[in-house]
């Protein structure tokens, strides 16, 4: 299974130095040019340490950069006439067709467009789920990420949150 990645995702889980749950993913684990000019190329200018953060783990291969054609996309087509959508999150969904990949995105308007172009997504939360079901992060560890993503600014209903503290208490069963 391929992955394309947004920047919220990219954003939190550098915020909360848990990255590193990316690695367990199958691969090919990409970003369009468009995420990437928008967290790294402009993060870095801004100074933000997790653009730092996502510029080491593209140059160390944890995701790839890749161009996304929309010159010749119906998909491209579509989307580029939904409001809700920056130009990142176009290339987002239409790199995931083009690829019949899973988009990691955590918007409602992304993911409400992905569902009407049936394209698969998957969020921020599900990756530190993932990471805790797989054995790569201690439910406590899981926990401390979804948190600290949280008071980084990261965006989760109270009633989600709550799921998510549920779903990681019985994966620690």
């Known amino acids: 299974m391929s992955?394309?990645?947004?920047?919220?995702?990219?954003?939190?889980?550098?915020?909360?130095?848990?990255?590193?749950?990316?690695?367990t993913l199958d691969?090919?684990?990409?970003?369009?040019?468009?995420?990437?000019?928008?967290?790294?190329?402009?993060?870095?200018?801004?100074?933000?340490?997790?653009?730092?953060?996502?510029?080491?783990?593209?140059?160390e291969g944890l995701v790839d950069v890749?161009?996304?054609?929309?010159?010749?996309?119906?998909?491209?087509?579509?989307?580029a006439r939904h409001p809700g959508?920056?130009?990142?999150?176009?290339?987002?969904?239409?790199?995931?067709?083009?690829?019949?990949?899973v988009a990691v995105m955590?918007?409602?308007a992304g993911r409400s467009a992905a569902e009407v172009e049936d394209v698969e997504t998957r969020g921020t939360a599900y990756l530190v789920l993932a990471a805790v079901q797989d054995g790569h992060l201690s439910t406590p560890e899981g926990r401390d990420a979804i948190d600290a993503m949280i008071d980084h600014g990261w965006y989760v209903a109270?009633?989600?949150?709550?799921?998510?503290?549920?779903?990681?208490e019985s994966l620690g069963d």
């Open 27 to 59: 691969e090919p684990r990409v970003v369009p040019e468009a995420v990437h000019r928008e967290v790294v190329t402009a993060g870095v200018e801004q100074g933000y340490d997790d653009a730092r953060r996502i510029e080491r783990a593209v140059e």
């Open 66 to 79: 890749v161009a996304v054609d929309t010159d010749d996309s119906p998909v491209a087509t579509r989307l």
């Open 85 to 101: 959508l920056s130009d990142a999150d176009a290339a987002v969904l239409t790199c995931a067709a083009a690829r019949d990949a």
């Open 3 to 23: 992955w394309v990645f947004d920047a919220t995702p990219l954003i939190y889980l550098a915020k909360a130095e848990r990255l590193g749950v990316i690695e």
């Open 158 to 168: 109270p009633d989600v949150y709550t799921k998510i503290v549920g779903t990681l």
């Open 106 to 108: 955590d918007e409602s």
